[in-house]
């Protein structure tokens, strides 16, 4: 059914490792790969980095330094998005101070212990040229803050593919193209010859963080009634489980236009809801639901009838002194007194207190028959009709509760029957709708006649008695009724209660009986009758554009071009015998290579751009996330690599933005006076 559940993930604060004495003495390697969107770190002898946390910090306003969150540590990061800070512009670090925060909080949880100093060798990833003045900070940092006794940089795309081409037990000469998909940029990397060519890299400025700001803003006009719900984790959430890369995009645009295809490949994701208490669609709560209207009917009643009684007694106490005024010979103060309450005569008088006194017994009856376990008689106030006893009626109630208990199949006639039945109901809540909203105009035709109507009553006045008095008679005559519905904006009927939970047992009757019945998500009778469908997200066609970002950066306004033309450039600049040896070895790493169909899209790309019948391959990393670090750990632990660390005695010696070059590093460019202008990469995979 492709129904899916937003998983929401939150993070478990990190523990504190402990730091034993066989990493203390031994001076094992510290490897740490800083990505822009998460950072990883472990001792080179662990099989897996201890720590893998998001990159970024976070302080509320009026906090101290120490209250900072960091990385695991913020378990909901929809809350404090707006104060989050990263070290880095793009994929590259610009500021030091974060930088140093997410120091500190690496080294607290490896459980470094020694005091002021890391006595360990730290193995650092950076960004692909990335420029020496940022790299001079940074060692600034390490030696002077932190007096780490010796530091190496390294490439991450380089150290991946360096640690998959060792995994595959070659040697020799190392020929690839590295496509490096990072969360805020794309590389493509050419090495020939065991050697990358800085000058033919090329950099996309698009990446996975594109992709998830590209999928909210999608999945947002799309589902404007619920901007709250569509954060930018729930987008990342679409973009890494539920896209995919198109191997044809044209071509798959067209089949998602089919309603087949549509209904089988869409993901459902249900949003989180509280559900609205539903109407009694079992037997069990239809009767409770009953017998909580009679009990609530019987205490208006019971209500009404004290109410009643106190009033006729009051009544008849007034009635009863003024006929005592009459018996004890005050005949001027009696006849005043009965002018006063309205009577003609005397005769009047007794008539209308005999009749008070019958109504008072009745009543008195009725209230002890009401208390009463088995009332022998159950009046009814309003009609003031003598209804069946209830020994009478018990057997009648005897079986309707059984009906209510056993319900039975219908038959074709009685769906269709209640199928009309919510058709009509539906359709007089839709002309009620359309009533308001014409007399809510101005313009219209009922709103212009509703005001000549009111303008008729206003000034319609009718004569009564002697002084030409006028009286409002409007509402004495049953034709008045139409025309009170003429200028009601409801037309004289409004929706009640018991119109809404008819409708509400009709449907739970079909839904019950009819399975090819679907209830509408948008009746206009009770528009939030189905919630859960109102809070379901339906992602269809969003599975395979927003993904195709990487190949068409101009969806969202960005000129560069895609992967697949950098690629073709990237090629062109090598002669046809070394194209082949590039297009032998392409390799994918990164975030964003995890996504499927990435391999057979660039195949394809391939395929139209390279030469009939020519030999191309397409492999990934074994682990695009984590072969960076694990490539990292493998070269820290060889004997070789120790002379490619910079000592805290070249630093003080040659300056920060000394470097010393190695399979995977960055090197300095000098111009003619022997200042470094910018970094690039020269790899030697040894």
């Known amino acids: 059914m492709n129904n899916y559940t937003f998983e ?3 993070p478990s604060p990190d523990t504190a490792r402990h730091y034993t004495a066989n990493i203390r003495d031994a001076s094992v390697p510290l490897v740490i790969d800083n990505g822009s969107f998460q950072c ?3 001792w080179a002898i662990d099989d897996e980095p201890c720590l893998a946390f998001r990159n970024v910090t976070a302080k509320q306003r009026g906090k101290k330094d120490s209250d900072v969150q960091i990385g695991n540590d913020i378990s909901n990061i929809e809350v404090v998005r707006w104060l989050l800070k990263s070290p880095f512009d793009k994929n590259v670090v610009v500021t030091l101070d974060t930088q140093e925060q997410i120091f500190d909080y690496i080294f607290c949880h490896l459980g470094i212990d020694s005091e002021g100093v890391i006595n360990h060798p730290l193995l650092l990833t950076e960004p692909l040229c990335n420029p020496s003045y940022c790299r001079q900070l940074m060692s600034e940092l390490l030696f002077e803050c932190y007096r780490v006794p010796m530091v190496a940089y390294g490439v991450d795309a380089l150290y991946s593919f360096y640690h998959n081409y060792k995994e595959d037990g070659k040697k020799g000469i190392a020929n690839g193209l590295i496509i490096d998909c990072g969360y805020h940029t794309t590389h493509v ?17 698009i990446g996975g963080s594109d992709l998830n700001h590209f999928m909210m803003r999608l999945m947002q006009l799309k589902y404007p009634g619920h901007l709250a719900n569509l954060t930018l984790s729930r987008a990342e959430e679409l973009v890494q489980k539920h896209s995919y890369i198109a191997t044809d995009y044209a071509c798959h645009l067209k089949e998602w236009a089919s309603h087949d295809f549509y209904d089988d490949n869409v993901h459902k994701m249900q949003l989180p809801f509280t ?4 109407y009694g669609l ?7 639901k009953r017998q909580q209207q009679v009990q609530r009917l019987q205490e208006i009643h019971a209500r009404r009838r004290e109410e009643k009684l106190i009033e006729e007694t009051e009544k008849l106490q007034q009635l009863m002194a003024i006929q005592e005024l009459l018996a004890d010979g005050s005949k001027d103060q009696f006849f005043k007194a009965l002018e006063d309450a309205g009577f003609s005569s005397e005769s009047e008088l007794q008539w209308t207190i005999d009749r008070i006194k019958q109504s008072l017994i009745k009543t008195k009856k009725k209230i002890q028959a009401a208390q009463s376990e088995d009332p022998d008689v159950d009046v009814d106030i309003v009609g003031e009709t003598p209804q069946r006893s209830s020994s009478q009626n018990s057997g009648e109630r005897k079986k309707g509760n059984e009906d209510v208990e056993e319900i039975q199949p219908i038959d074709e006639e009685e769906i269709t029957e209640l199928k009309q039945k919510r ?3 539906l359709e007089a809540r839709s002309k009620r709708k359309k009533t308001r909203e014409e007399m809510a105009k101005r313009r219209t035709f009922a709103s212009q006649k509703r005001m000549k109507i009111l303008t008729q009553l206003a000034s319609e006045k009718v004569s009564k008695g002697p002084g030409n008095k006028t009286e409002d008679t409007f509402g004495m005559l049953d034709s008045d009724w139409n025309v009170y519905k003429e200028i009601s904006k409801d037309g004289g009927e409004s929706e009640s209660e018991e119109e809404r939970e008819k409708l509400g047992e009709i449907e739970a009757l079909l839904r019950q009986h009819d399975h090819e019945f679907q209830r509408d998500s948008q009746s206009p009778l009770n528009p939030v009758n189905d919630i859960e469908e109102y809070y379901k997200l339906y992602v269809g066609v969003e599975r395979i554009r927003v993904p195709e970002l990487l190949f068409q950066p101009s969806m969202v306004g960005n000129e560069q071009t895609g992967l697949a033309e950098t690629l073709e450039l990237v090629l062109s600049q090598y002669t046809s015998s070394q194209q082949n040896l590039l297009a032998q070895n392409i390799f994918l790493t990164g975030g964003a290579a995890m996504l499927p169909g990435f391999i057979p899209r660039l195949e394809r790309e391939l395929r139209m751009m390279r030469p009939f019948q020519s030999i191309f391959k397409v492999t990934k990393a074994a682990n695009p996330i984590l072969d ?4 990292g750990k493998t070269w820290a632990l060889q004997p070789e690599s120790q002379q490619f660390f910079i000592t805290k005695a070249e630093y003080f010696e040659k300056g920060g933005d000394y470097l010393k070059e190695h399979g ?3 090197i300095c460019h000098l111009n003619a006076t022997g200042v470094t202008n910018f970094s690039s990469n020269a790899c030697t995979l040894r």
């Open 189 to 205: 990397l050419p090495v020939l010859n065991s050697r990358l060519h800085a000058l033919n890299c090329k950099r996309i400025n």
């Open 282 to 288: 079992t037997a069990e709560a239809l009767k409770e």
């Open 423 to 425: 058709q009509e109901l």
């Open 275 to 278: 559900p609205l208490p539903a």
């Open 40 to 42: 990883r770190a472990g």
């Open 8 to 10: 929401d993930v939150h």
């Open 664 to 666: 995977a590093s960055n």
């Open 628 to 631: 960076a670090w694990h490539g």
